[in-house]
């Protein structure tokens, strides 16, 4: 995820293995992620990035989204 306000901010990420699912679990990313956070009174744009690997690593597919925080 990138503050594309303040994109030299690092909120962290990670992997999560695949289960099925068609979204990210709440909580996949307990430790070393900030969740959205601009200061009080300001709306930021995010952009959040996904990319789908392949046992060996390859990349199988990309996407990516953006969204303001608070809406």
Not at 2 to 12: A, M
Not at 51 to 69: C, E, Q, Y
């Given at each position: ?15 999560v ?12 990313f ?35 989204t ?6």
């Amino acid at each position: 995820m990138t503050d594309l306000n303040v994109p030299s901010f690092h909120h962290g990420g990670g992997t999560v293995a695949y289960s099925g699912h068609t979204a990210v679990p709440c909580g996949a990313f307990s430790s070393g992620f900030t969740a959205p956070s601009p200061p009080p009174g300001q709306v930021h744009t995010y952009q959040f990035s996904i990319k789908a690997l392949g046992p060996n690593g390859a990349v199988l597919a990309m996407t990516t989204t953006r969204r303001k925080f608070p809406e």
